[in-house]
Nanobody, 116 residues
Framework: QVQLVESGGGLVQEGGSLRLSCAASGNPFSINAMGWYRQAPGKQRELVAAITRSGRSDYADSVKGRFTISRDNAKNTVYLQMNSLKPEDTAVYYC??????????WGQGTQVTVSS
């Protein structure tokens, strides 16, 4: 079982930046993909960005060019650098991992609020 601890959320003004971190423990070598999802009030949870162990990444169209996902396999940690933040980026951001066996784990979520 993988445990995830997120950090880095907060309140920022429009145009500002935040960096989210998510550290995995428990059985980190079973993890293939690590990523971030977000859920705004009244909306479905959506994929923001994901990265495989080999470094292949994928982004939602709404964040391309503004967000960058990276991963430190030695530290079992995934990061999300968020630049040029917009009010519509306001949401709870959840870390997610997918193992080679297909199982999935979720973090507790961290609030990101962008004020206009």
């Amino acid at each position: 079982q993988v445990q995830l601890v997120e950090s880095g959320g907060g309140l920022v003004q429009e145009g500002g930046s935040l960096r989210l971190s998510c550290a995995a423990s428990g059985n980190p070598f079973s993890i293939n993909a690590m990523g971030w999802y977000r859920q705004a009030p009244g909306k479905q949870r959506e994929l923001v960005a994901a990265i495989t162990r080999s470094g292949r990444s994928d982004y939602a169209d709404s964040v391309k060019g503004r967000f960058t996902i990276s991963r430190d396999n030695a530290k079992n940690t995934v990061y999300l650098q968020m630049n040029s933040l917009k009010p519509e980026d306001t949401a709870v951001y959840y870390c997610n991992t997918k193992s080679y066996s297909g199982s999935s784990s979720w973090g507790q979520g961290t609030q990101v609020t962008v004020s206009s």
